[in-house]
């Protein structure tokens, strides 16, 4: 199982399963971000049809998070992650052919159920795979592969899309992501059934006890506020924004997201190495996290209010892409703050809550932005809205990052030890 030619092609199957982590990584940030002009125009859509978009994906992502986990844990990743690729590239398919709203809305849901099997089947089996004592440095690795995928969907798409038009280009990620399907399968036959089942907690019992672990909700809350923060600019409107304010053209606008997106890739291969290099302190780097979310987002609703310059919101979007590349010390952190038993159904159910914030923000981002359609002026088929609606929604989540300060600071350190006093299994 050691030998140097096992691991070599168990890492080889990880890169792959991580490049399918990419495209569905794509799918959040690109769609509706990227194209929400292109798409309200061509179907004639409200800015709520339009974001529905998101939290459609969203909303399904995180409702299948725990039914993901339990399907890992009998199944394996690499059958699950097969399975999820199949409804992935066909819905990467179906969206670039689709011809009304609902055939978009039915392709996003297949995206979503494709992609909500990506980021656990890769953690079972990297903790299948390899020891406990490299499942953190991987772990980096395959978060910074995936979130990759984010910066394809940002500058680089927008080019693809001026160049080829939106649906091309999306036909042709499809088209690439089913390659990295085939090659997953190709390397995957040899690793299946490897996952052995053992007796254990019937899954209520363990979620209950996940649900009543009050340790780890100061940080569940802080994680799942700053995440919905990161991803509503990034994914949402964060170029409809820059667009609708600043006067930019979409090119220009997808450079602060593509800047974003990169600023959260660069802090992913390094927090987790930093965390470690200080003592595997966890509290000081989530701390910071949400202060610097609060500071972000209070900057950008600064310069809204008092008109200041594109520079000072590039500085906010980049503000607010560091406390995202927290992520792997979040995971360390929570699973520390985790009976070990129930560690990864604690990790699958604080992903779950992220997402149905993501998803519940990009249908109130809709809301308000169509409350103030009355103001918003029609240009080429697209709306571009007044400030004042988006100082509505940069005061909501000014008013949310406070509550993730105030939470997390209500949390304890762990140094790297669970707080149970169990010995920690890197991938349980």
């Not at 969206?95 to 609902?102: A, G």
């Not at 979130?147 to 927008?158: A, E, M, N, Q, V």
């Amino acid at each position: 199982m050691k030998d140097q030619t096992f691991k070599r092609r168990a890492l080889i199957l990880l890169l792959l399963m991580s490049g399918l982590y990419f495209f569905s990584y794509f799918q959040r940030v690109a769609i509706p971000g990227t194209v929400f002009n292109e798409i309200q125009k061509e179907f004639s859509a409200s800015a709520s049809a339009v974001t529905a978009l998101g939290y459609i994906y969203l909303l399904i992502y995180a409702g299948l998070q725990l039914v993901i986990g339990m399907l890992t844990d009998r199944h394996g990743g690499v059958k699950i992650i097969l399975l999820c690729g199949l409804c992935l590239c066909a819905g990467s398919a179906l969206f670039p052919l689709s011809s009304s709203l609902w055939m978009l809305y039915l392709s996003r849901a297949l995206v979503g159920v494709g992609a909500s099997g990506m980021y656990l089947c890769i953690i079972k089996e990297t903790d299948l795979l390899f020891s406990s004592r490299n499942f953190v440095s991987l772990m980096g690795l395959f978060c910074m592969i995936g979130y990759s995928g984010g910066l394809l969907g940002t500058r680089p798409f927008r080019g693809m899309v001026d160049s080829l038009g939106w649906r091309p280009a999306l036909l042709l990620i499809a088209l690439v992501t089913f390659v990295f399907l085939v090659l997953t399968y190709l390397a995957g036959r040899s690793f299946m059934g490897n996952t052995r089942i053992t007796a254990g907690q019937p899954v209520r019992e363990k979620l209950l006890r996940v649900m009543k672990n009050k340790m780890a909700y100061p940080l569940m809350i802080a994680a799942t506020i700053n995440f919905t923060l990161y991803f509503s600019i990034q994914a949402m409107i964060g170029p409809k924004f820059i667009e609708d304010f600043l006067k930019l053209r979409a090119g220009e606008s997808t450079r602060y997201t593509f800047i974003m997106m990169l600023t959260t890739v660069t802090m992913m291969s390094i927090s987790g190495n930093l965390s470690r290099l200080l003592g595997n302190r966890r509290k000081p780097f989530i701390v910071f996290g949400s202060v610097n979310a609060m500071c972000a987002i209070g900057l950008l609703l600064a310069g809204t209010i008092f008109r200041f310059p594109p520079s000072c919101f590039l500085a906010g979007y980049v503000m607010l892409a560091m406390s995202c590349g927290l992520t792997p010390v979040v995971a360390s952190f929570l699973k520390e703050l985790s009976p070990v038993d129930v560690a990864a159904m604690s990790l699958g159910y604080s992903n779950t809550l992220c997402y149905v914030g993501v998803a519940l923000s990009a249908y109130l981002l809709g809301m308000v932005l169509d409350m103030f359609k009355a103001q918003a002026v029609s240009m080429n088929g697209a709306w571009i809205y007044p400030a004042q609606a988006y100082i509505t929604i940069l005061s909501i989540m000014f008013c949310a990052a406070i509550v993730s300060v105030l939470a997390i600071l209500r949390s304890r350190e762990t140094k790297g030890q669970s707080i149970f006093g169990a010995p920690e299994s890197a991938g349980s």
